[in-house]
């Protein structure tokens, strides 16, 4: 079955930076774009961008950008983002989801999520 | 960016009532709208998505539709297991953007 299996939760300092990585299974991975949600309890759900995960090509959120990077190493069917410069407000629990980039226009399978917090 | 107003914010209901939640967006969207529900701890599952076409797996009692620039989910003969948030998501344009969500619990 299709799953997408996140790493775990992180700990981080102000100014560090998080690499969260995404491994997905039960599909041909690069036929569906991987896209990254990040959840708060103030500002809910957020989109932050998605990856074509055939060609590395990405659609970025403006807020976003320089703040996230995503990447893709499709010899392990994985995806990452890079979360840099944190601070607080980068705490937050991120999910990758698998985004079909066609009709219907879903993103149909979600990772657990991973939880992020950034404290000194 | 497109911004999704969804109502009500909670939402407390008894076992087998009719349930509906709504999103308008800022601008038009087409049918560009997705349904999910999450529960506690749990990542979003997808609902209904092309605004009215319910998501494989997912019980008939749930239906989503559209009415002009309204947008709605409904849930049919509410049990126990719909509790949790929901949201709509609206994916015409980037940035994607989502409704608040509808925390539904039992009454």
């Known amino acids: 079955q299709v799953q997408l299996q996140q790493s775990g939760a992180e700990l981080a300092k102000p100014g560090s930076s998080v690499k969260i990585s995404c491994k997905a299974s039960?599909?041909?991975?690069?036929?569906?774009?991987i896209s990254w949600i990040k959840q708060t309890t103030g500002q809910g759900l957020e989109y932050i961008g998605y990856i074509n995960t055939g060609s590395g090509g990405t659609n970025y959120n403006e807020k976003f950008k320089g703040k996230a990077t995503l990447t893709v190493d499709k010899s392990s069917s994985t995806a990452f983002m890079q979360l840099s410069s944190l601070t607080p407000d980068d705490s937050a629990v991120y999910y990758c989801?698998?985004?079909?980039?066609?009709?219907?226009?879903?993103?149909?399978?979600w990772g657990q999520g991973a939880s992020v917090t950034v404290s000194s | 960016d497109i911004q999704m107003t969804q109502s009500p914010a909670s939402l407390s209901a008894s076992l087998e009532e009719i349930v509906t939640i709504t999103c308008q967006p800022s601008?038009?969207?087409?049918?560009?709208l997705s349904w999910y529900q999450q529960k506690l701890g749990k990542s979003p599952q997808l609902l209904i998505h092309s605004a009215t076409s319910l998501a494989d797996g997912v019980p008939s009692r749930f239906s989503g539709s559209r009415s002009g620039t309204q947008y709605s989910l409904k849930i049919n003969r509410l049990q126990v297991e719909d509790t949790g948030i929901y949201y709509c998501l609206q994916i015409s344009s980037t940035p994607w953007t989502f409704g608040g969500g509808t925390k539904l619990e039992l009454k």
């Open positions: 989801a698998r985004w079909d980039g066609t009709y219907p226009w879903v993103m149909d399978a």
């Open positions: 601008q038009g969207i087409g049918n560009y």
């Open positions: 039960g599909y041909t991975f690069t036929s569906y774009y």
